[in-house]
């Protein structure tokens, strides 16, 4: 275990292969982090001041893209709620929009679940850069299995 000075929160998910029943498949480690749990480089991110995603694990987003668009800046200099219980990323309506009108493939918000549904599988990059460290995902790191 790597401790921190500062307050520090880890969350680890495992992969889960296509079923929801099995919930086992995370840990959250309060106070440090799991060596065990991680590899490769690992960034640190203050939580934000911005209100009212200061009362949540709010942090601030230097810019939203989705690769290839016409216009791949979907935001820039936002606010966003990490949701520690999954690996969703709460983004302003407005940007959720643009993602939606960027990847294009029939996107729209399913009723039932209030995710992103898709005609066929879209093929751009999401793109997401917090305090100037980009994060680039494919659709099969972004999309939730249909199985879930």
């Known amino acids: 275990m ?7 929160l880890g969350v680890y998910f495992a992969p889960v292969e296509g079923s929801s ?8 480690t309060l ?14 991110f203050r939580t934000t001041t911005v209100e009212p995603y200061a009362a949540y694990w709010g942090i ?3 810019a939203v893209t ?11 200099n936002i606010t966003a709620i990490v949701d520690t219980g999954t690996t969703l990323i709460l983004l302003p309506s407005s940007v959720y929009r643009a993602f939606l009108n960027a990847a294009g493939h029939g996107a729209e918000v399913d ?5 992103t549904r898709f005609d066929s599988k879209p093929f751009g990059v999401f793109g997401i ?7 680039m995902l494919t659709p099969d790191q972004y999309l939730v299995p249909q199985e879930q």
């Open 31 to 44: 106070g440090g982090v799991d060596d065990w749990r991680f590899f490769g480089e690992l960034f640190y």
């Open 111 to 115: 009723s039932k679940t209030s995710l």
């Open 66 to 76: 989705f690769i290839p668009s016409i216009n791949p800046a979907l935001a820039t």
């Open 129 to 135: 850069e917090f305090s100037g460290v980009p994060f």
């Open 21 to 28: 029943i099995d919930d086992a498949n995370g840990e959250l």
């Open 60 to 62: 601030d987003v230097s």
């Open 2 to 8: 790597h401790w921190q000075s500062e307050e520090t």
